[in-house]
Each structure stands twice: as C-alpha cells, then as structure tokens.
C-alpha cells in the first residue's frame, strides 16, 4: 500500500487470509483494504461475522457502525444503531462521534446531538466529529453552531476532501 500497489497488497492480505482463514487481524485487514478501494458492502460482512465472534469488541463495532451509518437506507440505520449500542458508554470521541451518528441517522437526532457534541467537545482535532455534528446541526436547523463545526471541518489540514466539499456545499461555498 506504501508503495502505490493496492492491488498487489489485496493479493497479499487474500494469500495470509488463506493460509490463516480465522485470524480476525487479518481479516480487519481485508475490510480496511475493502473500504480503501470502495467495497463498504464486503467490508461490513466481513465485520459482521467478527462482531458474531467477538460481540464486546468494541473497535469492530464501531467500525461496522460506522460504516452502516454512512448508507442511507432503515434497516443499515437499525443494524448501526444494534452494532453501536455498546459505544454508548465510552469516553473515547471516536467511539462517541460513531455512536452519536448512528443515533442520529438512526432518526434519535436529539440524542444523536448530544453524543456529537460530546465527541467533538472532547477531541477538537477529530475532524469527522466535528463534520457529523455540524450535519447534525444544520439539518436539525441550529445553523449558527452548524456553520462553526463546518467552516473547523474546512480549515482542517488534512481533512477527507468529500467531508470538506460537502461542508463547502453546505455552507454554499465554492469549492
């Protein structure tokens, strides 16, 4: 991957899977690979029969929660929201901004709000926070604080530049 060879890494990482099918590092592997190159779909297989495993594995359930809450139709939402529900009680902000997300596409915005603001109160620099509580903001109709979370989104260094062109386009910037 360093080297400017996904597919090459993909062929490794299905060589290491074969020779170790029930390894759960490797397998996590395959589906940060999986995401890298667009397959969300298999990627969140992939962590669901890990979570069927391991159920009290929190950065597995954050990561399919994650990525359930990014699909927009109910049942993603409801199976997000299940797969979030042990994160409700962290203090970690990336577990609390998957947490709130999911509660917020899940239709629970209050709630969803809160767990945000949280998340982005307790780690400023966590870009995607600060990006899904602004959404969370605006669309809610608290456009005030929204546009403050989306303009630290913009001005963010390094930031996902889907995440920055949607603040943008949010806020009615040019990009």
Do not use: M
């Not at 996904?6 to 029930?22: C, L, Y």
């Not at 779909?41 to 994650?66: F, G, Q």
Request: overall charge negative; aromatic content about 6%; charged content about 25%.
């Amino acid at each position: 991957v360093l080297a400017g060879d996904r597919e090459k890494a993909g062929r490794i990482i299905e060589q290491a899977i074969s020779a170790v099918p029930d390894n759960d590092g490797l397998q996590i592997l395959k589906a940060d690979h999986l995401i890298a190159v667009g397959e969300n779909d298999e990627a969140i297989s992939i962590y669901e029969t890990i979570l069927a495993r391991r159920p009290s594995d929190l950065i597995v359930a954050n990561n399919l929660a994650s990525l359930l809450s990014e699909k927009d139709d109910a049942a993603s939402f409801e199976r997000a929201l299940a797969a979030a529900a042990p994160l409700r009680d962290s203090e970690n902000p990336y577990f609390l901004d998957t947490y709130g997300w999911a509660l917020y596409r899940g239709g629970r915005a209050a709630d969803g709000i809160a767990a945000l603001e949280k998340a982005a109160a307790a780690a400023p620099g966590l870009v995607d926070a600060r990006y899904h509580f602004g959404v969370a903001l605006i669309e809610t109709g608290d456009a005030a604080r929204g546009r403050v979370e989306l303009e630290a989104v913009i001005a963010a260094p390094g930031a996902d530049p889907r995440r920055v062109a949607d603040a943008k386009r949010r806020l009615g910037l040019k990009n």
